[in-house]
């Protein structure tokens, strides 16, 4: 594999692998429904502190994933593409395709 070829799929893991954890993709949920949110009530709903959500955070946009936005004290997140829904959307599609074929082995 040639080095420029290298670097484009070490780019995409890096992308992939901050996205692996679940609470960053409930975080990558949350944010894709609105248009930015505060720390403060993305730790209620994902049901963490502060701290812990904010490294989760620190992990998505060194991805670059998200981006925020500090005012004041607070800080706000939102995500810097909207695509990452329908990369979901196909996830979910491998997960249905390979539910069915493990139904169609037990059948």
């Known amino acids: 594999m040639k080095r420029s070829e290298r670097a ?3 780019t995409r893991a890096q992308v992939l692998k901050a996205l692996a954890h679940p609470a960053r993709l409930k975080l990558v949920d949350l944010l894709a ?5 505060c720390v403060c009530d993305l730790t209620e709903e994902i049901g ?5 959500v904010s490294r989760h955070l620190t992990q998505l946009k060194n991805a670059g994933i998200v981006e925020s936005d500090k005012r004041g004290q607070m800080v706000f997140y939102s995500l ?8 979901f959307g ?3 599609s491998v997960l249905k395709c390979h539910v069915n074929q493990q139904l169609k082995v037990l059948s």
């Open 8 to 10: 484009k799929y070490e």
């Open 33 to 37: 429904e609105h248009e930015e949110v």
């Open 48 to 52: 963490m502190d502060v701290s812990t």
């Open 80 to 87: 810097r593409v909207k695509c990452l829904k329908s990369l």
């Open 90 to 92: 196909c996830i979910e």
